[in-house]
């Protein structure tokens, strides 16, 4: 129990450390690393301090988020007949595809993603995943 908790404390206050500098909490965590007070230790001191993970490198991977307004790197295309879907993927010059599917059968909602790529008959990979009953998925 105490390597499970030391764990999670470690997890925590090098999370802490990694904040983006957007961040409210990354000035805390900040001048927490650089001046831990000598008395009253707050909860992030404190985990710094018994860690003793003041003085690591660590670095922050900052994420990044697409424009609201900028366009999918990607095409979706549902066609209204077989034979249409048949004649654009003939002029298709995409060198992979992704063809995906959901249905409902016997109280179950499921999916599933198959990825072709040009050329080759054979899928290179393939997910599917159980979404639940109806009223869930």
């Known amino acids: 129990m105490e390597l499970a908790l030391s764990k999670?404390?470690?997890r925590a206050a090098v999370r802490l450390l990694t904040l983006p500098h957007t961040h409210p909490l990354h000035r805390i965590a900040k001048d927490a690393r650089r001046r831990p007070p000598n008395k009253h230790l707050g909860s992030v001191d404190l985990a710094i301090a018994t860690l003793n993970i003041g003085n690591a490198k660590m670095e922050t991977i900052t994420p990044t988020t697409d424009e609201p307004l900028q366009q999918p790197r990607?095409?979706?295309?549902?066609?209204?007949?077989r034979e249409l879907s048949i004649e654009s993927e003939a002029k298709d010059p995409?060198?992979?595809r992704v063809y995906s599917d959901?249905?409902?059968?016997?109280?179950?909602?499921?999916?599933?993603?198959v990825i072709y790529k040009k050329g080759v008959s054979q899928p290179?990979?393939?997910l599917k995943a159980y979404l639940g009953p109806p009223h869930h998925a």
Do not use: P, R, W
Not at 74 to 81: G, H, R, V
């Open 94 to 96: 995409a060198d992979y």
């Open 8 to 10: 999670a404390c470690h």
């Open 124 to 126: 290179l990979g393939h």
């Open 102 to 113: 959901g249905s409902g059968l016997k109280e179950g909602i499921g999916a599933a993603a």
């Open 74 to 81: 990607f095409k979706t295309e549902i066609l209204a007949s």
